[in-house]
């Protein structure tokens, strides 16, 4: 299905777009009775759908109430909200305005938002419910460039706070005719804070043109149709989602449908049966985890059944894609397709014809599974500063264990230490309010550092082999600077060492080594024994641990939590090769020394 004639004739170019908001109005104009969105009305309990007309119609109500607040073009508008159409509606009605959308992270913290807001100026947030803006209480000082907080609960519980009022109630009856801002594509469209992966999130500026260019590049490599319907779960604060999961459906002309949430993923793929999935390894990894278990608790014959299914499946994608030859084997598939492959599609809706992953490296094992069952999952790499496509597989050039080809329209190159550089429209204006951190990234003739090392072929395809900086980025496609955390975890003094690890994996775990003196101490209070390495696998002891670490890491962002700790033996010392000479921590060899104990930190997982 995936091969069939493209339908270019629906792609709407950028330059007919303009801009996203342009983009908007181009597509309800093509399609104006199309179903858009698709999500779950919580208060009819019933799954509604939107044409694009109904779409415009919340757009323009939207932009009335917008326009009486008083905005001038270019003041920052915020929205702290799940998935849904408003997200959408509130973005479209500010850009129509010419104003500049800053995305907050839903379960972020409350000192980490309130920084974003003062620090982007922010003036109207739009938020789910009022306990979100109570949990600001404690930092409401930090963010005094707010004018008006909105809620699209239909009724929210009373408050004396007169910058807070319910969508409900802001909203005029009917929307009034305004002007549209005509802006140039090039001018800052939105700021998306970086998931502070060194200190301080930073505001990656990106412009109308940087994100248009990018979305249409990637419609030229992976199609999508009309008929297609995509669901979206992964936050829109994520620029990944944002472009793959709302820009590019709306380029082309598909229906997005909201999941409900990450604990409904499962059923709601059953209900929506999208025909693409756009995601972060994590969720292939989950998927994944699901079979392996209901495999083991099988019989035997069973798994068999299933790795012959996936070692003829992959077999046959390698001789279809040119890189494998035709074996008698694949004569087994339509009967292998029946008794395998269709019942784990089925599990996934049973209409999925492609898969995008990001955010994060997908494991080698994973990717070919699906694979071989039939699933493409097409890899790609990309970041915030690239708006954020840089690269991605096809699906007819698809190698599983690269980042593909370039999209059209971007250059990369490797720079010192095999730096992978870029450079094209999608490459941000910089950084907001920080032009010495622009400046470290960006080189004047428009090169992009990424910071990642990279291998290039002689076709041109590139193969991400490390980073230049120590970030950890899990499955999420969170990233997490370790440095900074662990700074913080050893203030306080019961910890003399300390390592985050986590690469690849769902969530944070430390290895620490413990102060002995100190903890003499303190092991009085805790009625355990006074020699720690006599409880290298207490249960107790890893949750005292747990709540200390806790009590030092709040001010990071909410996904940055350790959910596990491991004792280590013995200190990390230049002697037994743990430390550079300038007692840097050597992390590979930490971990190469001590992969028994990280791994069983991540064991059922």
């Known amino acids: 299905m995936q091969t069939r004639q493209h339908d270019s004739a629906d792609i709407i170019p950028v330059e007919a777009a303009g801009t996203l908001d342009g983009l908007f109005r181009e597509r309800v104009r093509r399609s104006p009775q199309m179903i858009a969105y698709r999500d779950y009305d919580r208060s009819s309990g019933k799954w509604r759908d939107l044409t694009w007309e109904q779409m415009d119609g919340g757009v323009a109500r939207l932009q009335t109430a917008l326009s009486r607040e008083k905005?001038?073009?270019?003041?920052?508008?915020?929205?702290?909200?799940?998935?849904?159409?408003?997200?959408?509606?509130?973005?479209q009605a500010a850009l129509r305005l010419g104003l500049v959308v800053v995305p907050l992270y839903t379960a972020d913290r409350a000192e980490n938002a309130a920084y974003i807001l003062h620090d982007a100026g922010v003036k109207v947030l739009l938020l789910e419910e009022l306990a979100q803006w109570c949990a600001f209480s404690e930092v409401r000082n930090q963010i005094g460039s707010l004018a008006r907080v909105v809620m699209i609960q239909s009724r929210p519980e009373k408050t004396d706070d007169t910058l807070v009022l319910a969508l409900h109630d802001w909203l005029p009856e009917k929307a009034e005719e305004i002007p549209h801002v005509n802006r140039d594509s090039h001018q800052l469209a939105t700021i998306i804070y970086t998931s502070g992966t060194l200190g301080r999130p930073k505001g990656v500026m990106l412009s109308h043109h940087n994100i248009l260019t990018n979305t249409h590049s990637c419609s030229q490599g992976i199609p999508v149709w009309h008929d297609d319907v995509l669901l979206s779960f992964l936050p829109l604060s994520h620029t990944f989602e944002r472009t793959a999961g709302y820009y590019l459906p709306m380029m082309c002309g598909a229906t997005v449908a909201y999941a409900r949430s990450i604990q409904q993923l499962q059923e709601d793929l059953l209900i929506v049966r999208p025909t693409i999935l756009v995601s972060v390894p994590r969720i292939y990894e989950r998927v994944y985890a699901g079979i392996r278990a209901k495999l083991a608790e099988g019989p035997a014959l069973n798994r068999k059944?299933?790795?012959?299914a996936v070692e003829v499946g992959f077999s046959r994608f390698e001789y279809r894609q040119g890189r494998g030859s035709w074996h008698v084997s694949h004569l087994l598939w339509p009967l292998l397709e029946i008794l395998v492959a269709?019942?784990?599609?089925?599990?996934?809706?049973?209409?999925?014809?492609?898969?995008?992953?990001?955010g994060a490296a997908l494991s080698a094992e994973i990717s070919r599974i699906f694979i071989g069952l039939g699933l493409p999952i097409l890899q790609g790499y990309g970041m915030t500063e690239s708006s954020p496509v840089v690269c991605n597989n096809t699906f007819e050039n698809n190698v599983p264990s690269s980042v593909g080809l370039p999209i059209r329209g971007v250059e990369v190159k490797l720079g010192e230490n095999n730096a992978l550089l870029i450079r094209g429209p999608n490459v941000m204006l910089g950084y907001w309010n920080n032009l010495e951190a622009t400046q470290a990234v960006l080189t004047p003739d428009g090169w992009l550092n990424s910071g990642d090392i990279a291998r290039i072929d002689e076709d041109g395809r590139i193969t991400i082999t490390g980073r230049l900086k120590e970030i950890i980025v899990m499955s999420t496609g969170e990233k997490v600077s370790p440095v900074d955390m662990e700074a913080a975890i050893l203030r306080d003094s019961l910890f003399e060492q300390v390592m985050l690890i986590g690469e690849g994996r769902s969530y944070l775990g430390a290895l620490v080594v413990l102060n002995s003196g100190n903890w003499e101490s303190a092991s009085g209070q805790y009625n355990l024994d006074r020699d720690w390495r006599h409880l290298m696998?207490?249960?107790?002891?890893?949750?005292?641990?747990?709540?200390?670490?806790?009590?030092?890491?709040?001010?990071?962002?909410?996904?940055?939590?350790?959910?596990?700790?491991?004792?280590?033996?013995?200190?990390?010392?230049?002697?037994?090769?743990?430390?550079?000479?300038?007692?840097?921590?050597?992390?590979?060899?930490?971990?190469?020394?001590?992969?028994t104990e990280a791994d069983r930190l991540y064991e059922g997982h």
Request: with cysteine; proline share 6%; hydrophobic share 40%.
């Open 71 to 91: 905005l001038s073009p270019g003041d920052r508008v915020a929205i702290m909200l799940r998935n849904c159409p408003e997200w959408v509606m509130f973005e």
């Open 342 to 358: 269709k019942k784990v599609m089925r599990k996934l809706g049973g209409r999925l014809r492609g898969a995008m992953s990001g």
């Open 305 to 308: 059944l299933f790795n012959l």
């Open 537 to 595: 696998q207490n249960q107790k002891l890893e949750e005292i641990l747990l709540e200390r670490i806790a009590h030092q890491v709040r001010e990071f962002p909410g996904y940055a939590k350790i959910y596990r700790v491991a004792l280590m033996p013995e200190p990390w010392t230049i002697e037994n090769n743990m430390l550079t000479p300038t007692l840097k921590l050597r992390r590979a060899r930490v971990l190469e020394r001590y992969k």
